[in-house]
């Protein structure tokens, strides 16, 4: 969990809407987040694609037999008595939030078997106009991104997605995105002081690449790359 909880900042709210979907806040910044959360269409919409984002990656999961030690820890921290645990009903009970521990203890700590898909420090999830998911993005702080095709949208033939990154106001091309599966790209060396706050964006090009490195189709989608502040869940 991280030290400071500025909202007034966009980056931190940004955060903040994560670290609230997978239950990482402490009471009075949930109750600080959830305050805003109520009267902000735009925080609304950043916890809805936290919550996608993160539904999506659960899916590429194997179940996660939880740590012996898992339940003292939360009983630990709800100050519950250990002899309640003991207590079928309680079990039962708590079956839910054991079930979103080892969800997220496996989101944080575990990277898919059979996926390439790789965890990242930052992420892009690239939407359609519609709001539907066509791409995610995962980074790593050397530069190296992957990109997994979630359900883009069909193309014009001999049409594809290219994504950019801006350089100092110009566009910089790094690849042609995958209709389907995944695909891997590397960030130009120059540009990884930029990466944490450039501009992205998806635009429609020919498969073979915009015509002279500039973008020339419409935009599909664009942001920025959203920092995944914690690697770890400790109980």
């Known amino acids: 969990m991280h030290d ?9 709210r940004e955060m903040a809407a994560g670290e609230y979907v997978l239950g990482t806040l402490d009471r009075d ?5 959830e305050a805003l959360l109520a009267v902000s269409p735009g925080l609304q919409h950043s916890v809805d694609a936290w919550r996608e984002h993160l539904q999506l990656l659960n899916q590429q999961l ?28 309680f079990w039962r ?39 539907q998911t066509a791409w995610i993005l995962n980074a790593t702080l050397d530069g190296k991104m992957m990109v997994q095709a979630v359900s883009p949208d069909p193309m014009p033939e001999g049409k594809g997605g290219e994504l950019w990154m801006m350089e100092n106001g110009t566009p910089v091309s790094l690849g042609m995105l995958p209709t389907q599966g995944e695909a891997t790209m590397q960030l130009p060396t120059k540009m990884l002081g930029l990466m944490k706050t450039a501009d992205f964006a998806v635009s429609m090009e020919p498969s073979a690449g915009a015509p002279g490195g500039k ?13 995944i502040r914690s690697n770890t869940v400790s109980l």
């Open 4 to 12: 400071t909880f500025g909202l007034n900042d966009p980056d931190e």
């Open 215 to 227: 973008p020339s189709g419409p935009v599909i989608d664009e942001g920025k790359l959203i920092q």
């Open 62 to 89: 194997e179940p996660v037999k939880p740590p012996s030690q898992l339940w003292s820890g939360i009983a630990t921290r709800l100050g519950l008595k250990t002899g309640l645990l003991q207590r079928l009903g």
């Open 93 to 131: 009970g708590f079956s839910g939030l054991a079930t979103a521990a080892a969800l997220a203890l496996a989101l944080l700590t575990l990277a898919p078997k059979e996926s390439g898909m790789m965890p990242g420090e930052y992420v892009f999830v690239i939407n359609q106009p519609s709001g």
């Open 29 to 33: 910044q949930r109750a600080e987040f």
